[in-house]
């Protein structure tokens, strides 16, 4: 576990320390949230209400995990930092929990600013802001499981198109943040339906509102979600390990 | 006694033979060049001697520990500088040595004595507290080696380390890699063929997968009859080739 540790910690400094990280991770969901805040206060319909919007834009910003983390483990392949610890005595676990642990307290931290932006804006105070952050873990699980498996299988230049381009707008369409999928109906929403990220958003708007007793449903699609990538992440570490 | 000792080894990747029944032995202390043309079997050789590629006949011995028994012990004797920098980028220097010095098991302290050894010896001291992937491509050399020696390995495994790198930065590098002749033995693959006869005790060729011929640089020129290593070599590979 302490090997594990010092491959996390390792990775937290990685991440942390690149400014475009810091800026997308963080800084567009806020300008986000800013830009669409503001838009709302100049039309008289409620198009982007801060209780629907905040909760809806911090599982938007989880989808950066999944590029951060793919980045960084495409680059380790690519300069041979991850072949050189393959000859050393770390473990296939210490690589898993080295590349996943970091990402958990960085989604959730990235989760927590929104929210804390979101209230400077006007959004209201309530304990139930710390549950719409606890909700998120299964959520965070799903993009940090993605970006293990698209690091594990994808060049660094392939990750910047499916995980920066791709899957964040994938979770920007089919989310119902911006717009309720209901609305469009058809197609749109059934696939909306099937992917975790609109039952995630559900789910931290349901916390924030405190009927999360009748969101459990989603709860389990993205739990689901969450086991299911995981499983596939490892597995496809693990054989671009064996193939190294 | 010997440090490596290889019997049989071979690797198939479907109907390529990659390395074709290979047996050698390397002394302790001795630094040993394995040279060949691209796909004649070098990598594939030295994966699987630090344990990255499992070997489909023949075993190798590490100081007597086997690369298909015994890997996790093999892999606590070994260290590879691989031909690509593989250095942490946003880290300092200190910090890439620290992370390699605590996954060989190091404490703080140790890590620090680690590190404030190997400093001076690869004079490192200037560039401590500097991000790795800021440094010249000299400087992640000598660093990719310090990330290597930290883990104080017996046998280290040197893959192209002065690739790419200009004629001083290659002269200082070859000076570190001279001071360390004798301490630990060094497998060293190389396409330059000054460097292979400036720094080696003994040069292997390989060719085809297979081991074309062993000896100083002197002893391949004469079994040859060329003046120079890379008129041997040349003769070597052209005769594999056929």
Redesign the interface.
Known sequence: M??AM??AK?NA??IL??PLNLFFGLGFPLVLLGLLTAIQSNVPKELFTLDQLAPGITVFGLAFMSLFSATLISKDR????L????????RPVDYILGYTLPMVPIALAQTAITLVFGLILGLTWTPRLLLCVLVNLPASLIFIALGLLCGSLLTDKQVGGVCGALLTNLTGWFAGIWFDVALVGGVFAAIAKALPFYHAVELAKAAYAGTLGSALAHLWVVLAWAVGLSVAAVWAFLRQMRK? | MNAIEIKGLTKRYGDLTAVNSLDLTVRQGELFALLGVNGAGKTTTIKMLSCLTRPDGGDALLLGKSVIREAEEVKKLLAVSPQETAVAPKLTVRENLELMAGISGAGKEESKRRIDALSGQLGLEEVLIRPAGKLSGGWQRRLSIAMALILEPKILFLDEPTLGLDVLARSALWEVIRGLKGELTMILTTHYMEEAEELSDRIGVMGAGQLLQVGTAAELKAATGTDTLEKAFIALAKEAAK
């Open positions: 302490r090997k010092l491959l390792r400094k990685e320390r690149d690519t300069s041979a930092l072949l050189r610890l393959y000859t050393t005595p770390l190294n």
